[in-house]
């Protein structure tokens, strides 16, 4: 539809003569009238879930709100770490699960991302743990692994071999020793810690003072009574002998176990035929060998059990149960054979060598 531009009188579309003012006139404007906007099917249909999809958004979030309201109410006893702190603001994005891989706006726990551990003059002086900020720090003093050396005897010559077991069982460690040139056994009965010194004292006591080229020395209870007997070895008597404990901090005379065992240098106790009592294993340096005495069990043993041969230049032995089978083998070192052995315990043991004038 066109208007005049003069009068304003509706002009035929086909036409620019206005009949009004009886002259050409070009239209002023064109008026396109638009039809209300109607809506498709689709377009209504979409439009409809959409709302309805504001609609379950809305209503959710609600319920979520509720929820996380309820659970604050809900007395729970199980700790809350989201809501532990109502007074600090939550973060900018509560996750709805437990993946929190993406996420670097929750809080990690405690991360270790450094150890180090200085080892200066056997001292392991930290060990250091901080969070990936580096706001906490964790620092762990380890305990000193120095070692003070505190003298008990210094007159013991040539002094060959310690062990330490409980003499007189009042509850202290005392301390065993054997020196080859002063041919003495000797045992320390621990006094405990003295405040005066700061130190823990001993008191010497001698046990034999004739046991030539004492070697070797062990704590044991050989006859069952609680109190701890002592085995020796004499490298100059080629003995292996035993000391009584009478249970008020003396020991008996000396009790041969076995008179010629050459070259006598190691002695160690273990129950080898378990029977409940304790037998003596040696080794002889010279004789070369690693033997057993069986303990009889009234305070006697029987005569020389060999149990490595040839095992030239025998200084040390042990024993443990090396293959599991439930009774003890025995361990041995040679000094000149340069070995180390060890003997599965068959329970078929030949007598000691001809060396031995006791066979
Ligand atoms: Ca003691
Ligand atoms: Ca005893
Ligand atoms: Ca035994
Ligand atoms: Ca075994």
Redesign the pocket.
Same mark, same amino acid.
């Given at each position: 539809m066109h208007y005049c531009k003069d009068c304003g009188s509706e002009i035929n579309s086909e036409e620019s003569f206005c009949l009004i003012c009886k002259k050409n006139q070009p239209p002023i404007a064109i008026y396109e009238i638009k039809q209300p906007k109607q809506f498709t099917k689709r377009k209504l249909l979409f439009g409809i879930l959409g709302l309805f999809t504001v609609v379950l958004i809305f209503a959710g979030a609600i319920v979520m709100l509720n929820s996380d309201s309820a659970d604050k109410n809900s007395g729970s006893v199980l700790p809350n770490t989201e809501t532990a702190s109502d007074s600090e603001p939550l973060p900018a994005a509560i996750p709805t699960d437990k993946s929190f891989e993406n996420n670097r706006d929750i809080p990690k726990t405690l991360e270790l991302i450094q150890i180090f551990s200085d080892f200066n003059e056997g001292t392991l002086e930290n060990l250091a743990l901080s969070n990936q900020e580096g706001e906490k720090e964790l620092k762990l003093e380890m305990a000193k692994l120095d070692f003070e050396k505190n003298i008990v005897a210094d007159n013991f010559l040539s002094a060959r071999s310690v062990h330490a077991v409980d003499i007189d069982r009042d509850g202290k460690i005392d301390i065993l020793g054997a020196a080859r040139y002063s041919h003495k056994i000797a045992w320390w009965k621990n006094n405990g810690f003295n405040h005066d010194t700061g130190k823990i004292s001993f008191t010497e006591f001698t046990i034999d003072s004739d046991f030539k080229g004492a070697f070797s020395v062990h704590g044991v /209870?050989?006859? !069952? /009574? !609680?109190?701890? /007997?002592i085995i020796g070895a004499s490298l100059y008597d080629e003995q292996i002998a035993w000391w009584? !404990?009478n249970q008020d901090g003396t020991f008996s005379d000396k009790k041969i176990i076995d008179n010629y065992f050459d070259g006598a240098i190691y002695v160690y106790s273990a129950d080898i035929d378990s029977d409940g009592y304790m037998d003596i294993l040696a080794a002889g340096e010279a004789v070369d060998q690693i033997a057993w005495w069986r303990n009889l069990g009234d305070g006697t043993f029987s005569s020389c059990l060999v149990i490595g041969d040839s095992f030239v230049g025998a200084r040390s032995v042990h024993a443990a149960d090396i293959d599991l089978d439930g009774d003890l083998d025995v361990l041995g070192t040679a000094r000149f054979a340069d070995k180390v052995a060890w003997w599965e315990n068959l329970a078929q043991l030949s007598s000691c060598s001809s060396k031995n004038p006791s066979e």
């Open positions: /209870d050989v006859d !069952n /009574d !609680n109190f701890k /007997d009584k !404990n």
